[in-house]
DNA sequence: GGGCTTTTTTGATCTCGATCAAGGCAGCCG
DNA sequence: CGGCTGCCTTGATCGAGATCAAAAAAGCCC
């Protein structure tokens, strides 16, 4: 499926860049060093849009016409073999860029898992203001650094972590995610089920289950009605994913 | 250990911006759309440094004073848990590109696995002919863009491929990227021991030898000397591997 | 609440790849 | 040539996580 293209008619024309602001708070915004002109075009261009959990925001293999910031809820990203195995390789929250401009050929599928709020543009929007701004083109850089980085860090788990380290991994990154502002959730929601967080760790969902409730018993977690987790102690959970501080 | 910084005497001014531009024939190079006063600045700046194999070019959690781009050889990225599980998280053939501008905490060090011709900048150079010249961001972004994509996919490969399609997903791998111009090599040397493609792989070389001895005897490839592979048929290799073509 | 589906947990067993242990083979140097 | 060293291969056994199976808990709709 791919992304609506349509102008959301319903939102002010102040309200788009604030929102693009917004995504990407953490450096002063995409929109940041555009010029009055340019910001004129990304109101125009851009859409609000909102996606209920499990609809594919991009399909394996679309040729991607439209990109997005996540304003609110997570995405994942992933791929699939023929024969029905699944890996999700990244999972964006917000203010996260989706979509790859610059590069058509990267298969994978992205979908909410959560209500999601995205901020749309055209891909050639995008290429087009990168290319006039040299700020906006190195922010876009950076991201994309960020997540290989991420990606890189993930291959490790993947490659050389027992399951429970993968767990406590996953357990980890979300609370670090979840609140893009503060440092660590001490006490958060998990986005996703227990199939997705197996698609993630590379497990099964029986094993993703077993080493939750090792971790509960050894006192790492508490956990309420499944999806709830609470973190006494970041650093032993830390210490159970090998991640060296 | 950090990439040395003195420019090499011994190389003519003029064949260093002809050494990067060979780095990125596919595009035309990075040099491609520089200025001549921006040319200029690369051929001081640049140092051209041969490095043998073991021997590392830029250690997990350095400061990264450097970036680099590979002549000729073969490059190892990796990152190491505390106990010592070791993970290859990418491998880099000519005319890849090394290091991250505009990011600086990313652990992760690169070692030479075959002997490597480099062609060393400053980082600080490179970020500021990036800021001058939006085509050469442009083109590392992409670059960036690509490895990000390749990491995704080993991603997959590394959570829900079996030894046995792992071993050939890696040998695929080398086959289409050991010459960067042509398509897949039908016989090539491995570049990796066998301790090597096991911690690119996420499995021991017990497995990793058991598998080559299996797709031998399956007749997928053809093995001499250890080291030198011989793929009658790519298709039958990719079937083996789970590649969707 | 009661019946239904879906998700998660728990238990029993199996299997692929890890681990432990030799043995083979090539390169190197005397 | 023979002994040595460092990879690589092969064999035997083990174990973490997969698979198969069922029960328990939560959500959902009436």
Redesign the interface.
Request: aromatic share 4%.
């Given at each position: 499926m791919q992304i609506m293209t349509q102008p959301n008619q319903k939102n002010s024309h102040s309200e788009i860049p604030i929102a693009c602001v917004a995504c990407h708070a953490r450096e002063g915004g995409v929109c940041g060093t555009l010029s009055p002109s340019q910001l004129a075009q990304v109101v125009r261009k851009t859409a609000r849009r909102r996606v209920q959990p499990q609809i594919e925001i991009i399909g394996q293999g679309d040729g991607i016409e439209h990109c997005a910031a996540i304003v609110r809820g997570v995405v994942k990203?992933s791929?699939m073999?023929?024969?029905g195995?699944?890996?999700i390789?990244?999972l964006q929250f917000a203010p996260d860029f989706l979509g790859?401009p610059?590069?058509r050929e990267?298969s994978?599928s992205a979908e909410a898992v959560t209500n999601v709020d995205l901020c749309v543009f055209p891909r050639a929007l995008i290429e087009r203001l990168?290319?006039?701004a040299?700020d906006l083109?190195?922010r876009?850089?950076?991201e994309?650094?960020?997540?290989?980085?991420a990606?890189?860090?993930?291959?490790?788990t993947?490659?050389?972590?027992t399951a429970k380290e993968r767990v406590a991994n996953f357990l980890y990154l979300v609370a670090t995610r979840i609140n893009f502002e503060d440092g660590p959730a001490r006490e958060f929601d998990l986005p996703l089920s227990r199939a997705d967080i197996a698609?993630y760790?590379?497990l099964t969902i029986e094993t993703v289950s077993r080493q939750i409730t090792r971790l509960r018993k050894e006192g790492v977690i508490r956990v309420e009605n499944r999806r709830r987790i609470i973190v006494p102690d970041i650093r032993r959970l830390m210490k159970n994913a090998?991640i060296?501080s």
């Open positions: 990203l791929k073999l023929a024969d195995r699944q890996q390789v990244g790859t610059f590069l990267c994978l990168a290319a006039e040299p083109q190195r876009l850089h950076v994309t650094l960020k997540k290989l980085c990606a890189r860090d993930w291959m490790l993947l490659g050389r972590k698609d760790l590379g090998s060296d």
